[in-house]
Nanobody, 111 residues
Framework: QVLLAESGGGLVQAGGSLRLSCAAS????????MKWYRQPPGKQREFVAV???????NYADSVKGRFTISRDNAKNTVYLQMSSLKSEDTAVYYC?????WGQGTQVTVSS
C-alpha cells in the first residue's frame, strides 16, 4: 500500500503551463506503473499518462506533445508537466499507483 498526495494545481490562462507533483508515502523505486488520470466536470475519470520504473512513458492522444510525465525515485515523486494548456484540460487530476489514489488537485484553464 502507498499513500499519494497531489499538489500544484491552480488557475491558469489558456496557453499557460503548470507542473503537478505526486508525492508517495514510501519508495516508488519498485512500483512499475505510476499514472496520472483526470476527471473533467460532469465526465468520467480518464487516463492521462503513465511512466514505468524503466522510464517508459505513454500518453493519452489528447495530451501528447503537450504533457510530460517524469519520476524522481530519490524523492518518491512523480511529476506531470503541462504546457499549452487548453480549456478542455480543466479537471481534477489524480495520481495512481498499484490500487492507491491521491485526493486530487484541481486544474482550471481559463480561455
Amino acid at each position: 500500500q502507498v499513500l499519494l498526495a497531489e499538489s500544484g494545481g491552480g488557475l491558469v490562462q489558456a496557453g499557460g503551463s503548470l507542473r503537478l507533483s505526486c508525492a508517495a508515502s514510501r519508495s516508488i523505486l519498485y512500483i512499475n506503473a505510476m499514472k496520472w488520470y483526470r476527471q473533467p466536470p460532469g465526465k468520467q475519470r480518464e487516463f492521462v499518462a503513465v511512466i514505468t520504473s524503466g522510464g517508459t512513458t505513454n500518453y493519452a492522444d489528447s495530451v501528447k506533445g503537450r504533457f510530460t510525465i517524469s519520476r524522481d525515485n530519490a524523492k518518491n515523486t512523480v511529476y506531470l508537466q503541462m504546457s499549452s494548456l487548453k480549456s478542455e484540460d480543466t479537471a481534477v487530476y489524480y495520481c495512481n499507483a498499484i490500487n492507491s489514489w491521491g485526493q486530487g488537485t484541481q486544474v482550471t484553464v481559463s480561455s
